[in-house]
């Protein structure tokens, strides 16, 4: 029997089926083209969940750096780790290497709010034009730098005291630690030697002092030069002996921060056990033997000192820092007139300054062992790698008050060696920070 569906099912009826199948029939349409377009996604979209999720150890907000200051490691250039740095990422925080960024805030002192910066430093009152050189910061690899507390520095060292021990390069950054911690309390001046070369200053409110104590050899020296540092004669340097300007306030001391450099490179007359063992650049009076020797030996003897010493504050070692002369040296006519950080490969170490760094690099390594044995804490200071980077916070010709001025001719002595104020080495402060206070 043939059914008549027109006949079982009423007319309203017979419309709610139409309309029923009329929408499977769509729906059905759509799924399929929904899926013939899915095919057409790019898989480089798609993001698949890892098998084991894992959660971040340490949140580290990191910049990008401007292209203008990528970094790029020193060819044969040996690095010291820092083992007490912390981990980031699942590596280490190295502190000394990475790039200097844009800092639009600029220096948290001027040349009118600290009465200590030296007359060669003072760039701004000497009438350098440019002061782009003010605006950068440093920025290390895999890790944040906090800029300097000076409150906080202050508060961490009441009753401390501090000494900043070498050659100018010393006085020039105790200047900059000076200038940034008077943004909170300007300091006392308690001691200077005849010559106004190693002075101590004090903190009142917090009992701390900070010396800088000139010995720019670290080593009995007898050094024959004026003010102008034009030498009379070969310096008596007697490598064997340690400088008792240094030594004999060495237990007195908390925090000391030690270098030497480029003074080594000067002629000299080499002594040990009181008789001469050789020469440099002597002009033939003795055995020619080399700086390296001689930078080797009173390297040594000042890291064995404190590494025996059961010394219970801490001792930095500051790396020696590069110069940026170009077209010359400091007698021959070199001049420095870049006017922001150098670019990647733009410098590379000079031959003596590489020598230099080895060394200090090697006796630090050899002495942190014995050190370590002891309980002394010798950290490393390596300004080096940073301040490479550089060549645009040196004086130039503004270590002089209005240069041209006076020489019409453009005939001015460069200073591409020392640091302008306010500047770069203000970042050392930075690190300190970082090495003593924070951790």
Known sequence: MKLNWKLWLPQKHRQLLVKFAVAVLLMGLALRLL????TDISPELET???ETPRLPQKIVAVEEPPPFVEVEAQE?????SQTDLPEIDGGKCDLFNGEWIP???????????????????????????????????????????????????????????????????SRNHVQSLLCML????????VFHDKEYKSRRWNFPTYNLT??????????KATIYEDYNGVSTSEVKLHVDKLDKKWTSLYESLDYMIISTGKWFLKSSIYYENNEVVGC??????????????????????????????????????????PDHFENGEWSSGGTCKRKLPAKAGDFRLKDLHRILRKIELEEFRDATANATTNGVKMKLLDVNPLSLLRPDGHPGPYREYHPFERHKDGNVQNDCLHWCLPGAIDSWNDLIMEMVVNS
């Open 280 to 321: 440099h650049y002597c002009q033939n009076k003795f055995e020619e033997v080399g700086f390296d020797y001689a930078y080797r030996k009173a390297l040594r003897e000042a890291m064995n000192f404190v590494a025996a010493s059961n010394h219970k504050g801490m001792i930095l070692f500051r790396t020696s820092t």
């Open 103 to 169: 800092n639009p805030s600029g220096p948290i002192y001027t040349n009118k709010t600290c009465s200590f910066i030296e007359s060669h430093q003072n760039c701004i009152r000497n009438g350098r034009p440019d002061s782009e050189y003010l605006f950068w910061r440093w920025k290390p690899r895999r890790c944040e730098l906090p800029k300097f507390d000076a409150e906080r520095f202050l508060e961490m060292m009441r009753n401390k005291a501090w000494a900043l021990i070498g050659d100018s390069i």
């Open 48 to 50: 698949p969940l890892p």
């Open 76 to 80: 044969n250039e040996e690095q010291v």
């Open 210 to 219: 900070i010396s800088v104590i000139w010995s720019p050899f670290l080593v």
């Open 182 to 189: 008077s943004t909170v309390e300007k300091p006392v001046e």
């Open 35 to 38: 899926l013939v377009r899915s």
